[in-house]
């Protein structure tokens, strides 16, 4: 499987201590040089630049057409942008991003994207966690923003 993830992903996973979440999921995980550069280098000290650094089962890799990565500068950061056009190059099965506006450029794109909260979801169906409900809520005390009503609708859609 592959998978392309963009920084917000990474952070967030690293704030709560559960990259390996990811590495259990697809084994390796791709994701552009500008998550490399936002993640590992700017955020030197912060959660998760040391373990991305070092990981094994983590590809970062430049993106080959730069131009579509210029065009949607345009609207998103350069990771989402570059994250967005890696998916495309790479025929990615999953990407997952948590910016609105990146989603539904991805999905204009006709790729298949999620948000973090969805990709639980996938993970408790193959059976990684137990539920989504526990990891969410250590998401949300780290500082990933989530209103009511998403809240709510994805513990619906992950039957709890």
């Known amino acids: 499987m592959i998978v392309v993830v963009d920084s917000s992903v990474l952070i967030t996973l690293a704030r709560i201590g559960r990259l390996e979440l990811l590495h259990r999921t697809a084994g390796v995980i791709h994701f552009p040089e500008a998550v490399f550069v936002e993640v590992v280098q ?7 630049s040391a373990e991305l650094a070092q990981a094994d089962w983590v590809l970062r890799q430049h993106v080959r057409d730069v131009a579509s990565v210029d065009r949607l500068r345009a609207r998103l950061g350069r990771g989402e942008s570059e994250a967005i056009v890696l998916a495309k190059e790479l025929g990615a099965d999953f990407l997952v991003l948590d910016d609105a506006a990146a989603r539904d450029t991805a999905e ?3 790729q298949r994207v999620v948000g973090l909260p969805g990709w639980l979801i996938h993970l408790k169906e193959l059976g990684i966690i137990l539920a989504v409900k526990p990891v969410l809520d250590e998401m949300l005390a780290s500082g990933f923003y989530l209103d009511e009503r998403g809240y709510q609708s994805i513990l619906r859609r992950a039957d709890e």
């Open 42 to 48: 700017k955020g030197a000290g912060r959660p998760g």
């Open 108 to 110: 204009a794109g006709d």
